[in-house]
């Protein structure tokens, strides 16, 4: 059973370029929305992070737009970079207040220059 | 660089084999985590140690022991593996929930890939 569904697999983006990455839950308890980048040959690390409390967090140049009656959140890469180029998850706890994560299926981004 | 260090990077280990992979983490840390990642899969959660405990096992096959001899240290011990086992190991750390200020943030490290012949 699939709780968090993430789209698409895979990302072509210009330099310069906005990257959308979108996800969609099922569980109405889950109470935190992470993203995590991933480069080759290295471990997952946290990128941006949300709670259902608000609507939209930016830092920098990635955006976490979350809309909590659609159930659905999503990453904005804003002027996007060959630097880029990663792996995206999106991912849900496995239980209200849980820290083990539910990890969507994974977009490979691609920013060509 | 990554705070959670995994051990070996690369192992190739024969069906009647015994190995062990090793973490270690200096953040403080009170809860633990060993996740496997096939290529082009998402992460999937194995085992979650909390205060040195074993708290999650997602029912993953005896022929994978953990261990956490301290709060620093997690280990994963191998026997009697599979070719269908071969992936990315990877390990993390993160606060414990519940406590002031968690941001639930997992911290993982690069990962030990693991090679069954």
């Known amino acids: 059973q699939q709780q968090v569904k993430q789209s698409p697999q895979s990302l072509i983006v210009q330099k310069g370029g906005i990257s959308i990455i979108n996800c969609a839950y099922e569980?109405?308890?889950?109470?935190?929305f992470p993203w995590y980048q991933q480069f080759p040959g290295k471990g997952p690390a946290l990128l941006i992070a949300?709670?259902?409390?608000?609507s939209e967090k930016k830092e920098g140049r990635f955006t976490i737009s979350f809309n909590k009656s659609a159930k659905q959140f999503s990453l904005h890469i804003m002027d996007s970079q060959p630097g880029d180029s990663a792996t995206y998850f999106c991912?849900?706890?496995?239980?209200?207040?849980?820290?083990?994560?539910?990890f969507g299926t994974g977009t490979r981004l691609t920013v060509i220059p | 660089d990554t705070e959670v260090t995994q051990t070996p990077k690369h192992l190739v280990m024969g069906m009647t084999n015994k190995k062990s992979l090793k973490c270690e983490q200096h953040?403080?840390?009170?809860?633990m985590y060993w996740y496997k990642q096939k290529a082009k899969k998402p992460p999937e959660l194995m085992f979650v140690?909390?205060?040195?405990?074993?708290?999650i096992n997602e029912s993953v096959p005896s022929r994978f022991s953990p261990e956490c001899p301290n709060s620093s240290l997690l280990n994963l011990h191998l026997h009697a593996l599979q070719p269908e086992d071969s992936a990315l190991y990877l390990c993390?750390?993160?606060?414990?929930?519940?406590?002031?200020?968690?941001?639930?943030?997992?911290?993982f490290g690069e990962g030990s890939r693991l090679t069954v012949l």
């Open positions: 993390a750390s993160s606060q414990v929930l519940g406590r002031r200020g968690n941001t639930g943030e997992l911290f």
């Open positions: 569980n109405t308890a889950f109470d935190y």
């Open positions: 949300i709670r259902p409390d608000v």
């Open positions: 991912a849900a706890p496995k239980g209200p207040g849980a820290n083990n994560l539910f």
């Open positions: 953040m403080g840390h009170r809860a």
């Open positions: 140690y909390s205060y040195e405990k074993l708290s």
